[in-house]
């Protein structure tokens, strides 16, 4: 009987966050945490402003969404001691922490907390005339804001079809609403929107004009991968913005990432109160339906933080620690 009743006890501590909790939940003694997310009109800051929420409802830990320029900023911003957590695509966290391509130099002092859901290449346009990548050339395109991961994105896409970015289109530096903006208003052609799907400003431009999305074909898309293995194939299905089918892609993944000063507890309370609640989560925002446990202990680039190692060790996964 004794062994029964104890094995019911270690099923629990499973399914529930299994740390010396508070009232709350999860572990005591959490802070008030800087959560940097991306603009206004990015899944970014929409989605990362539902799990601060969530988070700080259920465990000792507060959590403020903030906007941000997105990834490159976000760790800048850990580097100065101005922000606790922060998004980041996968590929720029592996190129802070390697200082390569956008870091001169390497940014070590952060962590990996989650790898949460991936973050489709958009290439949106109001001009049903272009349909391929190869279509582009000569062409007015977004490519995203100044020192924004985006920018490396369409580079990588770009050069899979034998295009230079500086050569053969006309770039231009604009946050996700200015992009769309300037596609409104006929100034540029297409251009480069790397978030989860749907992103609010593509959105908003669909609910008023006939939006594209250029798709990559299967023997582009393996090239790319050759190249740059932090992408990978995904889809768009056509009921997300109406378009007429379905749009193939590549996709990079959206990371949770803590400066190393974070305590254990708040990170372990972030992790519990987003995984712990995933219904609620998903009622608020799609992409709660992407999140899943294997997925965000599959980051290698940046190893975890403590707080993260020991949530998933609790669930029964290894990630790699500081």
Avoid: W
């Amino acid at each position: 009987m004794k062994k029964i009743i104890s094995l019911a006890l270690v099923l629990v501590m499973l399914v529930a966050c299994a740390a010396v909790a508070d009232e709350k939940g999860g572990m005591a003694g959490g802070t008030r945490l800087r959560f940097t997310t991306g603009g206004a009109q990015g899944t970014y800051y929409g989605f990362g402003g539902v799990l601060a929420g969530k988070v700080g409802e259920k465990t000792s830990t507060t959590i403020t969404a903030i906007t941000s320029g997105g990834s490159k900023a976000n760790i800048e911003a850990m580097e100065d001691g101005d922000a606790d957590l922060g998004f980041v695509q996968s590929d720029v966290g592996a190129y802070a922490f390697r200082g390569m391509r956008l870091f001169e130099d390497r940014v070590t002092n952060f962590s990996t907390v989650a790898n949460l859901y991936m973050e489709q290449v958009q290439i949106v346009t109001l001009d049903p005339s272009i349909k391929t990548v190869a279509d582009l050339k000569g062409k007015n395109v977004s490519v995203g804001a100044a020192g924004a991961g985006v920018y490396f994105n369409a580079v990588d896409v770009l050069k899979a079809y034998g295009l230079d970015i500086d050569k053969d289109i006309k770039p231009t530096y604009q946050s996700f609403g200015d992009s769309v903006e300037a596609l409104q208003d006929g100034k540029i052609d297409a251009a480069f929107i790397v978030a989860g799907a749907p992103t609010t400003a593509v959105t908003s431009l669909a609910a008023t004009k006939k939006v594209y999305l250029v798709q990559l074909d299967d023997q582009h898309i393996m090239s790319l991968l050759t190249e740059s293995p932090y992408y990978s194939k995904n889809v768009i299905a056509k009921d997300v913005y109406g378009t007429d089918d379905d749009v193939t892609t590549v996709a990079v993944g959206a990371v949770v990432i803590a400066n190393d000063d974070v305590s254990e507890a708040d990170v372990y309370n972030f992790l519990c109160g987003v995984f712990e609640n995933l219904d609620e989560i998903t009622a608020a925002h799609a992409k709660g339906a992407e999140l899943n446990l294997g997925f965000a202990a599959s980051y290698t680039a940046v190893p975890y933080h403590p707080g993260a190692v020991k949530y998933f060790a609790e669930k029964g996964m290894k990630v790699s620690g500081k």
